[in-house]
Structures are given as C-alpha cells and as structure tokens.
C-alpha cells in the first residue's frame, strides 16, 4: 500500500519514516512536512492511515474509490484534490486516464494513486532535485503535481492532433467514399474521456490562484496561475479537437453517401440498360415462339415470300425500339 514515507526539511529529504503516528510530530518540530505516497489502498488499509492524520471523513472515501472528477475542497486547514493524470497510446489510439488524490495539510502531503501514472513518481524526483522550491512545503507538492499533470495534458493533445491530421487525409485523400467511420467515432470517444479529465480542472486552479488556500504563500500564487494558463490551453485544444472530429465525420458521412448514389446511379443506368436490351430481343423471342407452333393458319407460313417479310417485320421493329431506347438515353 505505502509506496514511500519520508520526511522533508529546508527542501531536502531528510529520512524514510516506519512509524506513521510521529510523523507529523517530527515535522513540527523540525519545520518540515511528511511525504506519504500510497497505491489503491483498500478502506482498511486507509483507516490507520486516516486516523493518524486526522483526515476528514467525507474526502476518505473519495480517496480510497476511484472514478472521482477533477476538485478541489477544503476542510478546516486540510485540502482535498484530485487531479486525472492522462497519458495516449498512440498505436491503439487510446487516452488512458489514471487518479490522484492528495490530502494536503500544513505539515503532510498524503498522495494516493489509482492506475499506473508516474506523475507521482516524478514529482517527487523532480522537487528532491529542486531544493528551493521543495522548501514551499505542500504547496511546492501541488503545484508541481499540477504542473507536470497539465504538461502531459498539452502532449497528449499534440498526439491526438497528429492522428486527426491521419484521419482527415485518408477522409479527402486518394480513396473517397471509404467509411472511416469507426476509427473516428472511436478518436472521438477518447477525445469526451480526455476533455472530462481537463475541463473540470480547471475551476479548481481557479480557486488556487484566487481563493485563500491555508499554507498556501503568497508567493506560490503566481506558479498556480501559470498551470491554470496552461490548463485553459489544453481545454481549449481539445474543444477544438471535438469539434474538428466532427467536421470531419460529417464530411465522411457525405462522401460515402455520395460515393453509394453514385454506386446506385450506376446500377440503374445498368438496370435500364439490361431492360431495353431484353425488351428489343424479345420481339423476335416472341414471333419465333408463335411461328413455332404447329399450326397452319399463320401469316404468310405457306408463301414463298412469308419468311423474309417476318424478318423485316422483326429487323424494323427492333430497329424502331433500339432507335427510341436512344433517343431516351436508356443505351
């Protein structure tokens, strides 16, 4: 469950701490903050966690179950965030979207992870290596997490911008009325889980840049905003993105309606086609089938001259349908 305890004084990592019930004492009284990283712990495994840290009771089971939105909530001098790390897998065209969840306080910072995102991981690496800003103590801690979190959102939507920039050359390239369809309905999909990973959060860097956040210096405002800067960069690129995916549905839906009226029209002129020509071929079809029979009072069938007069009568007759079938355009 514990992935990492450690203390952290004048920006720099002092111990890794076993026993979890001083921890915030040893902080107190070296002015530093405990740094606790957990991964999908169980509501049991929690509970010991929670009752040394005097966490509230409301955010707890937030924490533990995943499946949260983006937030920000505050109780008493305890903040409860949580943030959606994301992270695309460019050959299967999927945005993989991991959970954060931090209790801050003015001397802990109680990290739980869902899924399989480093972000964690490397915000620790990156502020154990940045002493000066480490020194803001959770501040430092959120901010960072939110900063390499935001970045990631901006290099996701790069990727995706490069698929969609793929999907609109296949749309309008060499092989119009294929049905992409399916791959960008799929595009899109991933595109709504990325925005509700993105847009919510938002509000809550709002908050941090503008509301009064306890522990929070005055001096980390100016960090906060520049990530909320980013973060509206990043909802604005995938709004875009969705909008743009659905152009380019639409203009897919049309081509391959286009390319089956053309597909229909020609199977009608076909159609029409194969008609005429069996309408011609069955005058003859029938004279031969009532000459056939065996009947003696037909039409010139004893006269010398009957049979070269049927044929002209059927040569003409032909003639006149296939002449008419022209003229309308039916051959």
Request: with cysteine; glycine share 6%; hydrophobic share 45%.
């Amino acid at each position: 469950m514990i992935v990492d305890c450690a203390l952290y004084t004048g920006g720099v990592r002092r111990h890794r701490l076993d026993d979890l019930f001083v921890a915030v004492r040893e902080a107190e009284k070296d002015d530093g903050f405990v740094w606790v990283g957990l991964h999908e712990p169980t509501a049991e495994e929690f509970e010991a966690l929670a009752a040394g840290f005097a966490l509230p009771e409301l955010a707890i089971e937030d924490a533990v179950c995943s499946h949260q939105r983006p937030k920000l909530e505050r109780y008493g001098d305890v903040v409860f965030a949580v943030i959606k790390p994301v992270r695309y897998v460019d050959h299967v065209e999927v945005v993989e979207v991991g959970e954060i969840a931090l209790f801050l306080g003015e001397r802990f910072v109680i990290v739980v992870r869902h899924g399989d995102s480093t972000v964690p991981h490397r915000t620790r690496l990156s502020l154990e290596a940045d002493p000066a800003m480490l020194v803001h103590g959770p501040a430092a801690v959120l901010h960072r997490m939110l900063d390499l979190t935001v970045d990631d959102y901006l290099d996701v939507t790069v990727a995706v911008d490069t698929d969609i920039d793929e999907i609109e050359d296949q749309v309008f390239g060499d092989e119009p009325g294929r049905d992409h369809a399916e791959r960008i309905y799929k595009l899109k999909r991933e595109v709504m889980l990325f925005r509700r990973a993105v847009v919510p959060l938002v509000g809550p860097l709002s908050r941090l840049v503008n509301d009064d956040i306890p522990w929070v210096q005055p001096v980390m405002r100016p960090y906060f905003r520049d990530v909320e800067d980013h973060a509206l960069r990043a909802a604005e690129l995938i709004e875009g993105q969705d909008a743009m995916l659905t152009t380019v549905m639409q203009a897919d839906i049309a081509q391959v309606s286009v390319a089956q009226n053309r597909v229909s029209v020609r199977q009608n002129e076909d159609m029409r086609k194969i008609s005429a020509w069996a309408a011609i071929g069955l005058v003859p079809t029938a004279v031969a089938g009532v000459y056939g029979m065996n009947v003696d009072h037909l039409p010139g069938a004893h006269s010398g001259y009957g049979f070269g007069v049927v044929m002209g009568a059927i040569a003409v007759t032909c003639a006149g349908l296939w002449r008419a079938f022209r003229r309308n355009r039916w051959l």
